[in-house]
């Protein structure tokens, strides 16, 4: 269970997307520990845990077998989905 302190604090926005706009250039490339290293900025495991387990549960990414983190979230392909009158999302 996590201290109090830490269920207080919260990544800042700016470092959200640090992280995704990384994974989206280097989807597949990097087990967590490893990309948590290639960061282009230094953050605690710990916020970078929380912004992992935070794309994990809004689906934009998933972790295969091997332990590689993968980008999985295509706005463009939801859109064109979402733009054709006999597909819908369920």
Known sequence: MAS????????????ILMVETFLQEHSGEFKRKALWQALPRR?????????????WDS?????????????????EL??????????RLA
Not at 5 to 15: F, V
Not at 59 to 75: A, Q
């Open 59 to 75: 689906g934009k990414i998933l972790i295969d077998n091997e332990g590689f983190v993968v980008w999985t979230h295509n706005p």
């Open 4 to 15: 109090s302190a830490e269920a207080l604090h919260s990544p800042q926005l700016d470092t």
């Open 78 to 87: 939801v859109r064109e989905i979402l733009s054709k009158p006999h597909l």
């Open 43 to 55: 953050m605690q495991y710990g916020t970078f845990r929380q912004i992992i387990e935070y794309l």
